[in-house]
């Protein structure tokens, strides 16, 4: 594929024209509204569609169009420029089903700044239409994988893609390097590759066998079909994460991870959609297995996440018409089973009928976590399970309200929100905005 780059300038001109606007939203973080003038007027600009794998250094900026799968492989890397909006060509029946892999032989270096995030989004805001709005699965979803340590055979497809060995992940590379992605946005991705929670969806930013050589920072995940962020072994290490609006998990460890997640944002709005599974909820902040089958390996999902915040709904109770969501309608602020076990450092959970909950034969809340640094708040149970005993009563809470525990506005739903004083990622920033309408 030749080298595309494309009018840079037109792209650094958009943000340019913005800034003055951006503080004027400080109050909307994450509000979802129709078409902002971010969106028109990147809707403006030239397209380019790319339907074939990258296999030569190549750079993206403007507007990109993914066609399909596009693999990017045999020691190519790819460029994303700040202020790159990549967009999914619709099918017949209007799914955008792009998908950007970023093989073990590939590199991606999509480095945005706070002012000019790279954005893989709906094509739907790129339309021209004020009008118009997104919806989950409007975007395939990102994919990383390596050759760093997993629990399954290095011939494992990783999940959402068909069979073929460009997908495999894992390996014995602990410092495999997929690259960096720094202040991207992913909206609106994910998708079920067989059918309504499957087991094989693909999610809006997956890492798979993906090594501790890669830099995972300020990455915001909004509305997504599926999880929004989900690791699949490896040991890549993660910073300032917000996930937004999750139809299914927020975070989802897997197949041997050991990587460590440090200030993470999970944050519900009840507008959203929420997958289902057996007609119970199946919405969690973290979900957490060591593998499918819960066997014992030598290899274990052990992830250590250190300044969390996982913020469910406000109460237990109805909301006012038309949102038909409670706090019934979530699952578990922490999930972890299937012997997974978790190290977690100063976490505040809060919003969920239950906020940790332990289950099944070799599964724990591992003892090396910092205990009285963790405050948890259930509608029905606190804490559930193996090692959760050393967490502090004081420390936990069961009520049909929930407890902010110190945040200034907690609940996105109730209006006037503020993270403050867990913004450890600049959470409510100008890289995290949706809205990013010029004011009169």
């Not at 600009?45 to 066609?67: A, F, M």
């Not at 109460?315 to 949102?323: E, F, G, I, R």
């Not at 972890?336 to 190290?343: E, F, Q, Y």
């Not at 149970?381 to 929930?402: D, M």
Request: net charge negative; charged share 15%.
């Amino acid at each position: 594929m030749k080298k595309l780059v494309l009018i840079a300038a037109a792209a650094l001109s958009l943000t340019a024209c913005q800034n003055d606007s951006l503080a004027d939203s400080s109050n909307n973080s994450f509000d979802m509204k129709s078409t902002s003038a971010e969106y028109i007027t990147a809707s403006a600009l030239p397209v380019t569609t790319v339907n074939s794998n990258i296999t030569t250094n190549t750079t993206w900026s403007g507007v990109i169009e993914l066609d399909g799968n596009i693999a990017v492989k045999d020691g190519a890397t790819l460029t994303i420029m700040p202020g790159t909006f990549i967009k999914a060509k619709p099918n017949s029946i209007g799914e955008g089903r792009g998908v950007l892999i970023i093989t073990k032989t590939g590199k991606i270096n999509a480095v945005g700044t706070e002012s000019q995030p790279i954005i893989f989004t709906s094509y739907k805001l790129l339309d021209g239409n004020e009008d118009t709005t997104a919806k989950a699965g409007d975007f395939g979803g990102v994919i990383l994988l390596g050759d760093a340590p997993t629990n399954v055979p290095t011939t494992t497809t990783v999940e959402g893609l068909p069979s073929n060995s460009d997908f495999y992940f894992g390996g014995d590379n602990s410092g495999h390097n997929a690259g960096i992605m720094k202040y991207v946005r992913i909206e609106f991705a994910g998708y079920d590759f067989v059918g309504a929670n499957s087991g094989n969806e693909v999610n809006a930013l997956t890492l798979a066998g993906v090594g501790s050589g890669t830099t995972i920072d300020h990455i915001q995940v909004s509305y997504g079909q599926d999880d929004s962020f989900e690791f699949f072994g490896g040991t890549v290490n993660a910073t300032n994460l917000v996930s937004f609006a999750a139809e299914d998990d927020n975070f989802d460890f897997d197949n041997g991870y050991t990587g460590t997640i440090t200030c993470a944002l999970a944050l519900a709005d009840y507008n959203s959609e929420h997958t289902v599974s057996g007609l119970l909820s199946d919405t969690n902040g973290i979900e957490l297995d060591n593998n499918a089958g819960g066997t014992s390996t030598a290899l274990i999902t052990h992830p250590v996440v250190n300044n969390l915040t996982i913020v469910g709904v406000k109460t237990d109770v109805l909301y006012a018409s038309p949102s038909p969501y409670t706090g019934s309608k979530y699952e578990n602020g922490i999930h972890i089973r299937r012997s997974g076990r978790l190290t977690l450092n100063d976490a505040v959970i809060t919003g969920y009928p239950t906020g940790i909950r332990v289950e099944g034969a070799g599964s724990e809340l591992s003892s090396a976590s910092t205990y009285s640094s963790i405050k948890v708040h259930g509608f029905t149970n606190s804490v559930l399970g193996t090692g959760t005993s050393g967490i502090p009563s004081a420390n936990l809470v069961v009520s049909a309200t929930a407890d902010a525990f110190g945040i200034s506005q907690a609940f996105f739903n109730v209006g006037g929100w503020n993270i403050s004083p867990r913004n450890c990622g600049d959470f409510a920033g100008v890289w995290t905005k949706y809205d990013f309408s010029l004011v009169d």
